[in-house]
């Protein structure tokens, strides 16, 4: 079975600081990782993904992730975060082969201060 | 184009009652998906349709709960006999899947059921 560790429920910033979110899942077969976003109001939207190849992903608002097989970590980064970057982010994982689905994190809600 | 939507958006029932939760898909998705999100915790998967193939039932947390789906369209989740413990956000979503599990998955706005 996979599980996924979202450490911190919540992560209050300064606009433009910078963020790492952080993600650890536990796996005993090879997994595809997921980062998830809600923004307030919204339904989950998928902010960026790895498969496969280059360790560091990165989605077209600026946030990158990086898949460290060693650490089993999937953290989420962001250099210099925005107002509109509030909402909860989810960590999740899926099989390579077996069961379609996603397992999730708890959730971490990342909150922006001006 | 359209995404993925739920109705109710809201449903407030009595212990014991019955609820039926419906999902309409992204037209051409061939997969489907229910999850359950309670308060404070991450999301739990509980059923998965894909095409005419027999769906993945492993997440139901127990005989109360069941869902059918129309070919590959509007799917809906029924919980009998409900109890405050089902309430919860009850999230859809759709993947083009055929079979891959890197696909991505689109998700519903959800529907929030309380059991009084």
């Known amino acids: 079975a996979q599980s996924v560790t979202q450490l911190d429920s919540q992560v209050p910033v300064f606009e433009e600081a910078p963020v790492e979110l952080r993600c650890n899942y536990s796996s005993s077969v090879s997994v595809y990782l997921f980062w998830y976003v809600q923004y307030p109001n919204q339904g989950l939207q998928l902010l960026l993904k790895?498969?496969?190849?280059?360790?560091l992903v990165e989605s077209i608002n600026g946030f990158e992730a990086e898949f460290n097989k060693s650490q089993t970590s999937f953290h989420l980064r962001k250099p210099s975060v925005h107002i509109s970057d509030t909402a909860e982010y989810f960590c999740a994982v899926s099989t390579i082969q077996g069961a379609q689905k996603l397992v999730f994190g708890q959730g971490t809600r990342l909150t922006i201060n001006p | 184009g359209a995404g993925v939507s739920q109705s109710p958006s809201n449903k407030v029932t009595e212990k014991g009652k019955d609820v039926e939760l419906r999902c309409d898909p992204i037209?051409?998705?061939?997969?489907l998906y229910w999850y359950r999100q309670r308060l404070g915790q991450g999301l739990e998967f509980l059923i998965y349709f894909q095409g005419n193939s027999a769906p993945d039932k492993s997440g139901l947390p127990s005989d109360r709960f069941s869902a059918e789906r129309t070919g590959e369209s509007v799917s809906t989740l029924t919980i009998q006999r409900t109890q405050q413990e089902d309430s919860a956000v009850y999230l859809c979503a759709s993947s083009e899947s055929s079979g891959r599990t890197s696909d991505t998955q689109y998700f519903g706005p959800g529907t929030r059921l309380t059991v009084l």
């Open positions: 037209s051409g998705h061939t997969a």
């Open positions: 790895y498969l496969s190849g280059s360790t």
